[in-house]
Structure formats: C-alpha cells, structure tokens
C-alpha cells in the first residue's frame, strides 16, 4: 500500500513540474515575439524610414508622421494598412489597399504639387482611396512631358491602378 501510494505521489509531481514547465515556456514566449516576428520588422521599416527622412518620427505603432503631417501607416505583414479616414485621401503601396499606407489631407485653391518621393513612396502606388472634397490629379515624373495617370475625385477610390501601378511619383491637390 505505501509503495502504492509512494508511486502515485511521484506520477502527480511529474505532471505538476510538466504542468509548470509548459505553463513557464507559455508565458515566455510573448516576450520573445517582441524581440522578433512581424512587429519587430515593422519597427525596423518605421527605423529606417525615420532614419533617412529628417523631420519624421514614430507617432504610434508602425506610424510615422512626417513634419508636414502626412502620415506613413506600415502594417504587420498579412495584416491591413486599415481604410483612409474622412477628410483624408490616401496611396496603398498593394492593390486592394493592402500594404503601407501614406495619408494626406493638404491642398491649395490653384494646386499643391507634392511628391511621393520625398516620403520614399516613389513608383509605389497600386491602389487608392479620396474620402477627402479634394481633387487629386496623379502624375508620373518620369516621363517628358509628365504623363497624367489618374484623377482622384472627391469620394473616389480605386482598388488598382492599372497600367500606372507603381509609375506615380508626384501629384496635384486642388482644394474642394
């Protein structure tokens, strides 16, 4: 009967170290995942752009705001960029507004030229969406005369650019 009972007392200390070890290896694994995986290389995208773009900085997770406000969103791999706020028009690195989002809400009554390039977002535009009363006309810099791509009416989105995919490097904001 001792032996018994000595047998059952070692089998219950073997599941309770077993229980322990799984619970521990359990509760360190989140620490690891935040030294590597998905958000860690997202943070090393947000550091290098920071690094090469005087003026921005990390605002939030995977954000960066430029010093004229415009606002890079860089999503976890397979993860979304999420929809262009309202008064906002915006340029999706993917189609179907996948990838790294950049966000604008300037214009100028007689047009705004700005450029993607200076947000490193050069020859990187597949899809967009205009949730903003401004007109965007989108253009490719690369070409002489600059060819006209698309214009981004007030409301408008699309989910792919067609034969201008990753060929807009400026634009032209006019005020709605």
């Not at 906002?88 to 809400?105: D, E, H, I, M, V």
Request: hydrophobic fraction near 35%.
């Amino acid at each position: 009967m001792k032996t018994r009972h000595f047998v059952q007392t070692v089998t219950v200390q073997a599941v309770t170290v077993v229980a322990v070890a799984t619970a521990a290896a359990t509760f360190a694994a989140p620490a690891q995942a935040a030294t590597s995986g998905p958000q860690a290389d997202v943070q090393q995208q947000v550091d290098q752009v920071t690094a090469t773009h005087p003026g921005a900085r990390q605002t939030g997770p995977g954000i960066i705001t430029f010093s004229d406000g415009v606002v890079l969103t860089i999503p976890a791999a397979g993860a979304a960029a999420g929809v262009c706020a309202s008064g906002a028009y915006c340029f999706f690195q993917y189609t179907n507004y996948g990838g790294r989002k950049l966000t604008f809400r300037d214009c100028a009554p007689n047009g705004l030229w700005q450029y993607l390039t200076d947000y490193g977002f050069g020859n990187s535009t597949s899809s967009w969406q205009n949730y903003s009363k401004n007109t965007v006309l989108v253009y490719d810099q690369g070409t002489q005369p600059p060819t006209s791509l698309w214009t981004e009416n007030p409301g408008g989105e699309s989910t792919y650019t067609g034969n201008a995919d990753n060929k807009a490097d400026s634009f032209e904001t006019f005020c709605g």
